[in-house]
Nanobody
Framework: QVQLVESGGGSVQAGGTLRLSCVVS????????KGWFRQAPGKEREGVAR???????SYADSVKGRFTISRNNAKNTLYLEMNSLKPEDTAMYYC????????????????WGQGTQVTVSS
């Protein structure tokens, strides 16, 4: 049963913009914080951005000032606006929701999308 579905990935040149979307199933509790992770080939998965129930946000240092996470509760959709993209942003991007977060580590019930590919060329 698919709980999170990402879209919006693609190929852009450095300096470009992409907006990722993630439709979140209503099965996932509204109290869960949600966020975006990414994984580049040969690298470990890393946290990118997170938004809590109260609307507070957190970002990885590598994307601060360039990426913005937001949500539309009426549409059960999570977004990641990515500006000033760099080749090192190339990765598969995943959205996630979890009962508890400690930094970028998820605890308790957690759910993941299947990912959307972002490729940034120089």
């Amino acid at each position: 049963q698919v709980q999170l579905v990402e879209s919006g990935g693609g190929s852009v040149q450095a300096g470009g913009t992409l907006r990722l979307s993630c439709v979140v199933s209503t099965y996932i509790h509204s109290s869960y914080s949600k966020g975006w992770f990414r994984q580049a080939p040969g690298k470990e998965r890393e946290g990118v951005a997170r938004i809590d129930v109260d609307g507070s946000t957190s970002y990885a240092d590598s994307v601060k000032g360039r990426f913005t996470i937001s949500r539309n509760n009426a549409k059960n959709t999570l977004y990641l606006e990515m500006n000033s993209l760099k080749p090192e942003d190339t990765a598969m991007y995943y959205c996630a929701a979890a009962e508890r977060w400690m930094g970028w580590v998820l605890f308790g019930y957690n759910y993941w999308g299947q990912g959307t590919q972002v490729t940034v060329s120089s």
